[in-house]
C-alpha cells in the first residue's frame, strides 16, 4: 500500500477507502481512462470502471481486482463494502462535491462517510524516478518546440500567432496534448501575470512573456520565458550569441531609451530573485522560506508590490499541484518533489517578466529539469 494511503488509515477513522479523483486513481492504478474509482481496504483493492474499459483496464491495472460497474455506479461498490464487512469509507472530501456526496449517502446507505479532508493530491506530491523522467520528457518537448519556433517572435506578429505556433510545434514534438491556454503576454499585457495570447501585434522594443506547457505520457511541463524584441529576434541566448547580442542591445538601447533600461533592470531582478530562491531549497526546507528568498530580494531592489502572486507549485499529473510555495504554505520540500519557481514583475501600463523553470528537490538542493536558458 502506498505510505500515504496508510497514513490516511492511520489518521481517519475508517476501514476502507474510496479513491474518485481521477489522477490519484491514475496514479495508484495506473489506469489512464476517464472513469474509474478504487476501493482501497487494508486488505484488499478493487478498481471500478464501466465497459467502455474493460479491455484498457485488463491491460493497465494489475494491482486491484477489476470489477465492471453496472448502471448503479455505486451499487457494486456497496456489494463489496458489506463483503468486506466495511462500516466506516473514507473518501476524498475536498474533490467530491456536493451532488456525488448526496448519491454516495443515498447509495451506500448503513455505511458511514468520513471525511479524508487532506488535499488528496499530496498523495502525488513526491515522485518516482519513472514520473519524472515523464515530466523531463515533457519539457524536453517545450525547448525543441521554443527553438524551432522563436525566430517567429518578432515585430508585427500577433500573440495569437504565437501561441498557435509554439502549440503546433508541441504537438509535433510528441506532446500528447497542450497542457494549458498558452499565455503571451506582450509589451503593456505583460503586466497580465495570465493574459492568454489575444490579438495584439508584437512590436520592435517589447518585452513578450510566453508561459507555455505540455502533457507527455500523462506529465505536465509548465515553462515561462520573457524575450525582448529587438530588429533581429535574439530571444535566447547562447554563450557564443552573447558578444553579438551586446552590441544588439545597444543599439536597441538609443532607440527605446529609458524603457529599455527599466526592461533589463526587471528582468535582471527576476532572474537573480529565481537564483535567490534556487540557493535555499533543499531538503527540510519550509516552501514558504523559498518563496521568502526570492520574494524578499525582489522587494529589496524596490518592486516587491510588483509581484503578487506564488512563487511556484508542483508539477506532475496536474499542472498544479502540490507543494504549494507561497508565503503561507505549510509544505516542507522533500527530495522527489518536483516544482516551479516562478518570479515575476508586473508593472501597471509597462509591462511584465516571469521566469519560470521546473526543479526536483534532490539529496542536497534542487536540480533543474526544464532546459530553456533563461537569460535575456
Ligand atoms: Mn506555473
Redesign the pocket.
Known sequence: MHPALKTYFQKYPADGLLITNLNNVRYLSDFTGTNGLLLITSTRGYFFTDFRYREQATNQVTDFEIVEMGRDLFGDVLERLKDCKIKRLGFEAPTVNYAQYLRLQKSLRGIKLVPVTEDPGKLREVKTEIEIKKIAKALAINKLAFEEMREMIKGGVTEIEIKTEIEMAMLKHGADKIGFDTIVASGWRGALPHGVASNKKIKVGELVTI?F?CTADGYNS???VTVLVGETSLPVLSSAEARRNRRHLSFAKERTGRGLARQLEIHQIVFEAQRAAIAVAHPGVKCSDIDKAARDYITKKGYGQYFGHAL??G?GLE??ERPVLSPNSTDVLEEGMVF?I?PGIYIPGFGGVRI?DVFMCTKSGVRRLSKIEKKL
Open positions: 508561459d506547457g509548465d515553462e515561462t511556484g507549485h508539477v499542472v498544479h516551479t516562478e519560470e
